[in-house]
């Protein structure tokens, strides 16, 4: 696609719930990141991908959270027995291999009721 | 790790005045300096960004600034346009070490026409 593509735009959630967040990077792009906004925050590292491997997952805030990237392009964030603190918007960016640009999709916005 | 600071965390101005939003970092490391533009419910957009190997960039009404020295650098916007109200990010990370980016905290720019 032309952008980065993150679903669902939206997601609610009852607390001590399972969810699954997917992003799609754009095409032919190796890096692959997840950020996670709070209301009036920026945005906060959460993991890395280069290719398939997690090159950096020092951002994740406990072991609730994991993310996959099994062939190198779509990303899942999974969050498991969610909580009231983990709503917030949950960015995904990509950008090809070495340092350049990272562009940004739209989020997912996460509440967990 | 790195820590960026962003000031003021709201700014109004005339439109067709300038603008000026003021970011510190900590890790004399970083090396790569974007700015994003965020609109409402909407997803960051690069605006600028800047090296640490040049002083100073600039692309229209938009201009960026670099102290490595004093690790601070700045987003200068001039002839302001009430189109450029939106939260404005500034961020810091190696480019070589992934280029996983640290926030800072946002500036919300109003223009008022």
């Known amino acids: 696609g032309a952008g980065v593509s993150q679903t669902p735009s939206n997601k609610v959630t009852e607390k001590g719930k399972y969810v699954e967040l997917r992003c799609d990077p754009i095409?032919?792009?190796?890096?692959l990141y997840w950020y996670r906004q709070s209301l009036g925050q920026g945005p906060e590292f959460l993991i890395y991908?280069?290719?398939?491997?997690?090159?950096?997952d020092s951002g994740l805030p406990n072991d609730r959270f994991f993310a996959v990237r099994p062939e190198g392009s779509v990303s899942t964030l999974k969050i498991q027995r969610t909580e009231r603190g983990d709503s917030a918007v949950y960015l995904c960016?990509?950008?090809?291999?070495?340092?350049?640009?990272?562009?940004f999709g739209q989020g997912t916005r996460l509440t967990v009721v | 790790g790195e820590n960026v600071e962003q000031h003021p965390s709201t700014l109004s101005v005339q439109e067709g005045d300038s603008a000026v939003i003021k970011c510190t970092y900590s890790?004399?490391?970083?090396?790569?300096f974007p700015w994003y533009k965020q609109e409402l419910g909407k997803r960051p957009q690069l605006i600028i960004d800047?090296?640490?190997?040049?002083g100073e960039k600039k692309d229209q009404r938009i201009a960026v600034t670099l102290n490595k020295t004093a690790k601070h650098f700045s987003l200068h916007i001039t002839e302001t346009q009430p189109e450029d109200s939106a939260v404005y990010f500034c961020?810091?990370?190696?480019?070589?070490?992934?280029?996983?980016?640290?926030f800072g905290g946002g500036t919300r720019l109003m223009v008022k026409p």
């Open positions: 960016a990509s950008s090809w291999a070495g340092p350049t640009e990272a562009f």
């Open positions: 095409s032919g792009h190796t890096a």
């Open positions: 991908f280069q290719g398939t491997g997690a090159a950096d």
């Open positions: 890790d004399s490391a970083s090396n790569y």
């Open positions: 800047i090296r640490s190997n040049v």
């Open positions: 961020a810091a990370s190696i480019l070589e070490a992934g280029n996983m980016l640290t």
